[in-house]
């Protein structure tokens, strides 16, 4: 008697699963125009996860020591795109926690806020974010060439990001 499979093998199934994620990460990174629903701010259970993947600490207030504003306009298509209010900032608890690196409206003001004078990247912004989108980053309308996400962050800093 054959024995037939009746179901599939859970680590072809777990293989095949990483090859999609893995697709998804490319798409991702090599600039499709992200979905609108990509350039929301994180839910707020995902603050925490998202501060810590751009290699920061939620902090229970807000460290003034250095406290500095860029300011950021982006465009997805030509077309501007809001950036969120609460980025870096977890609202589940009693109290708000923060990131070093948030928003508290939409007008694209970063707050920079830290204990200490370090530098802070668009990048970590970024990823704070949630967002990867291919962009032509100006500085104070100067192009910068190469990653933007490594821009610094410096107090009054105008960067405008031109993304696909
Ligand atoms: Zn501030």
Redesign the pocket.
């Known amino acids: 008697m054959t024995k037939t499979k009746s179901h599939r093998n859970p680590r072809m199934a777990s293989a095949l699963s990483g090859i999609a994620l893995a697709a998804v990460a490319v798409t991702t990174l090599t600039g499709a125009a992200p979905a609108p629903g990509d350039w929301a701010a994180p839910a707020p259970g995902d603050v925490e996860a998202r501060v810590e993947a751009a290699g920061l600490e939620m902090l229970d207030s807000e460290k003034l020591t250095m406290?500095i504003?860029p300011h950021l306009t982006v465009y997805a298509g030509g077309r501007q795109v809001t950036v969120p209010a609460d980025i870096g900032i977890d609202r589940s608890g009693k109290k708000p926690r923060f990131s070093p690196l948030h928003t508290h409206d939409t007008s694209g003001t970063v707050?920079v806020?830290s204990a200490q004078w370090q530098d802070f990247t668009l990048g970590q912004f970024l990823t704070e974010w949630g967002v990867r989108p291919m962009c032509q980053a100006e500085v104070d309308g100067t192009p910068v060439a190469g990653d933007p996400a490594r821009i610094v962050f410096r107090d009054r800093q105008e960067i405008t990001l031109r993304c696909r």
Do not use: D, G, N, Y
């Open positions: 406290h504003h707050h806020e």
